[in-house]
Each structure stands twice: as C-alpha cells, then as structure tokens.
Nanobody
Framework: QVQLVESGGGLVQAGGSLRLSCAVS????????MGWFRQAPGKEREFVAG????????NYADSVLGRFTISRDNAENTVYLQMNSLKPEDTAVYYC?????????????WGQGTQVTVSS
C-alpha cells in the first residue's frame, strides 16, 4: 500500500522560508515522478512543482519559479519542497502526489496535505 505523509507546514511571515517533506512508503520515489500541489480556500487545486523519476528534470508553476525548489532523497524515500521568499498568496494546503504511471497525478496517490500560512 502506497502512503504519502506531508510535514513541515506552518505559519510564517512574508519573505520567510519553509521546507515541506513528503515521506513515501510502499513506493520507491526514485522510480516514479513526484509532484507538489496546493489548494487555497475557494480555489482549485493547482500544480506547484514536479520532479522526474530520474531527478534530472524538474518543472515549476510560473508563480513559484525561482522561489521554490523540489528535490528528492532516495535513501530516505522522501521528497522535499524548499519554499523561499514566501508571499501571502502562497497560503494553501500543500499536497504531494505521485501518478499511478506516466504523469497523470489525478488518478495516483496523494498525501493528506499540510497547511502553509503566510502572513503579511
């Protein structure tokens, strides 16, 4: 059974940093694409960042490019999202996810989410 557990969320002032972690069990992260998504109140869930199975390719939403970094620790089977220069509009519940196969996250595995709140 595949399980994803996010942690590291919290309350931070604008301009601050947080690092989110996603601990994965039941699946070897080095063999699958991993991604981070977020959902703010009253808004649809949106893609934030993704990392290929090889780790050689990463991609980001335009809104976080240059501020967020996705990475992976294969030994720990954990995926991270380093968030710097946080803005109030980054406030959301952040989820990590991995597709069943390919790049279709919607039908894949998801964590329970971790709340990030950025105060102005």
């Amino acid at each position: 059974q595949v399980q994803l557990v996010e942690s590291g969320g919290g309350l931070v002032q604008a301009g601050g940093s947080l690092r989110l972690s996603c601990a994965v069990s039941g699946r070897t992260v080095s063999r699958y694409r991993m991604g981070w998504f977020r959902q703010a109140p009253g808004k649809e869930r949106e893609f934030v960042a993704g990392i290929s199975w090889s780790g050689g390719n990463t991609n980001y939403a335009d809104s976080v490019l240059g501020r967020f970094t996705i990475s992976r620790d294969n030994a720990e089977n954990t995926v991270y999202l380093q968030m710097n220069s946080l803005k109030p509009e980054d406030t959301a519940v952040y989820y990590c996810a991995t597709p069943l196969g390919g790049s279709d996250y919607a039908s894949g595995y998801w964590g329970q989410g971790t709340q990030v709140t950025v105060s102005s």
